[in-house]
């Protein structure tokens, strides 16, 4: 298989529709490539500012094969689409990045045990096979613990917090599909991300480190550089090189970390694609999180990832979020940007803006004078 960069005009196929496929999709454009987006929905965010598209299912073989014929490289943006669907595709056409990683991400008993492997700590947990197992499990890890399904799960889907007891039938009934996983509950002190870029050449790069701050299980604030030791955030850019490094990965992957009160790192979840966590990168970084993973499939060098501003990205979620909209627009220093999604359903992402400051500014800026402003 050839390792010679595409050239300009090439077409970059994306499996997925959404605002991540849409960002990566305008980061191809500017690079010069065209990108075709398979998806099951016909106005998906992605599609929108697609050159091309092919509205099928991804089980859908004989789609997916035509789509494979019509693309020069195929990569994802989000870890649900079914492993056989990678499979049927990599016959006819390279994709990055590859089965390994998409397999890994999908199944949280996989991920916990590769992140171990990787030398990433993690915090205790048990997979969950039967009602025995859960019962089993929660006298040695104790409560309070998380249940959660070991696919499909994200935003706070797919989960309940164990508390007592009387909690586990319930819990055992509501989630599936299963087995399930049992994670021991972590007195964090604060959830920050890592992102790395992999080349097609092996060469890593990564980005600073983003704080992280969730409202109803869903992301809503990033800061960038984390408010943490310099020592701590090095240690979360060596972790999540070398999860890129051990998946094989091309293209972009994030990795979620509980800080732990005396500085311990545990690695939670790992995303093979662009992550909410860094839609600051593309204002404030010299080659952001989407130019990346059009770079990296396509077998370009990397770009630098200097920071070259610190950054608070907010999510805007539902008819909330929509509300700040008007002001975004007109607030001195932000940068906003929407998907193209439809009506702002409660718990839907709509866009998200960038406050971005001079560089060295933010830990000494109060945050009520930042969250003031976006």
Same mark, same amino acid.
């Given at each position: 298989?050839?390792?010679?960069?595409?050239?300009?005009?090439?077409?970059?196929?994306?499996?997925?529709?959404?605002?991540?496929?849409?960002?990566?999709?305008?980061?191809?454009?500017?690079?010069?490539y065209?990108?075709?987006?398979?998806?099951?929905?016909?106005?998906?965010?992605?599609?929108?500012?697609?050159?091309?598209?092919?509205?099928?299912?991804?089980?859908?073989?004989?789609?997916?094969?035509?789509?494979?014929?019509?693309?020069?490289?195929?990569?994802?943006?989000?870890?649900?689409?079914?492993?056989?669907?990678?499979?049927a595709?990599?016959?006819?056409?390279?994709?990055?990045?590859?089965?390994?990683?998409?397999?890994?991400?999908?199944?949280?008993?996989?991920?916990?045990?590769?992140?171990?492997?990787?030398?990433?700590?993690?915090?205790?947990?048990?997979?969950?096979?039967?009602?025995?197992?859960?019962?089993?499990?929660?006298?040695?890890?104790?409560?309070?613990?998380?249940?959660?399904?070991?696919?499909?799960?994200?935003?706070?889907?797919? +989960?309940?917090?164990?508390?007592?007891?009387?909690?586990?039938?319930?819990?055992?009934?509501?989630?599936?599909?299963?087995?399930?996983?049992?994670?021991?509950?972590?007195?964090?002190?604060?959830?920050?991300s890592?992102?790395?870029?992999?080349?097609?050449?092996?060469?890593?790069a990564?980005?600073?480190?983003?704080e992280?701050?969730?409202a109803?299980?869903?992301?809503?604030?990033?800061?960038?550089?984390?408010?943490?030791?310099?020592?701590?955030?090095? +240690?979360a850019?060596?972790?999540?090189?070398?999860?890129?490094?051990?998946l094989?990965?091309?293209?972009?992957?994030?990795?979620?970390?509980?800080?732990?009160?005396?500085?311990?790192?545990?690695?939670?979840?790992?995303?093979?694609?662009?992550?909410?966590?860094?839609?600051?990168?593309?204002?404030?970084?010299?080659?952001? +999180?989407?130019?990346?993973?059009?770079?990296?499939?396509?077998?370009?060098?990397?770009?630098?990832?200097?920071?070259?501003?610190?950054?608070?990205?907010?999510?805007?979620?539902g008819?909330?979020?929509?509300?700040?909209?008007?002001?975004?627009?007109?607030?001195?220093?932000?940068?906003?940007?929407?998907?193209?999604?439809?009506?702002p359903?409660?718990?839907?992402?709509?866009?998200?803006?960038?406050?971005?400051?001079?560089?060295?500014?933010?830990?000494?800026?109060?945050?009520?004078?930042?969250?003031?402003?976006?």
């Open positions: 298989m050839s390792t010679a960069p595409l050239p300009p005009g090439a077409t970059i196929g994306i499996l997925g529709g959404g605002q991540l496929g849409r960002m990566t999709a305008m980061a191809a454009a500017r690079l010069g065209r990108c075709h987006v398979f998806a099951p929905e016909a106005d998906s965010p992605g599609m929108q500012v697609a050159a091309a598209r092919t509205v099928a299912p991804y089980e859908d073989i004989m789609a997916l094969e035509r789509f494979g014929r019509a693309v020069d490289v195929v990569t994802f943006e989000f870890e649900n689409v079914p492993v056989a669907s990678l499979d595709l990599e016959a006819v056409v390279p994709c990055r990045p590859g089965r390994r990683a998409l397999s890994v991400c999908q199944d949280r008993l996989q991920e916990k045990a590769f992140l171990a492997g990787a030398g990433v700590p993690v915090a205790p947990w048990r997979a969950v096979h039967s009602r025995e197992d859960l019962s089993a499990s929660v006298a040695e890890l104790g409560l309070p613990a998380v249940l959660k399904t070991t696919r499909l799960g994200y935003d706070g889907r797919g +989960q309940a917090v164990l508390r007592e007891d009387a909690d586990l039938d319930a819990a055992w009934e509501r989630l599936s599909p299963r087995p399930l996983i049992l994670e021991a509950f972590v007195p964090f002190v604060m959830e920050v890592a992102i790395a870029a992999r080349g097609l050449d092996g060469s890593v990564t980005y600073d480190v983003a992280n701050r969730h109803r299980h869903i992301l809503d604030l990033s800061f960038a550089p984390a408010r943490i030791p310099a020592a701590t955030a090095e +240690q850019r060596r972790h999540v090189a070398r999860v890129a490094e051990a094989d990965l091309v293209g972009v992957v994030a990795v979620e970390f509980f800080l732990m009160e005396d500085g311990t790192l545990l690695g939670n979840e790992i995303a093979p694609r662009p992550h909410n966590s860094g839609h600051w990168t593309p204002e404030a970084c010299i080659a952001g +999180q989407f130019e990346q993973q059009a770079r990296a499939v396509a077998g370009l060098p990397l770009g630098a990832t200097t920071r070259h501003a610190d950054a608070v990205m907010r999510n805007l979620i008819p909330e979020g929509m509300a700040r909209w008007p002001a975004i627009l007109g607030a001195p220093g932000v940068v906003g940007q929407l998907y193209g999604k439809g009506a359903r409660p718990g839907r992402k709509m866009g998200h803006a960038n406050l971005l400051l001079p560089l060295g500014t933010l830990a000494e800026t109060e945050e009520a004078v930042l969250l003031g402003r976006i």
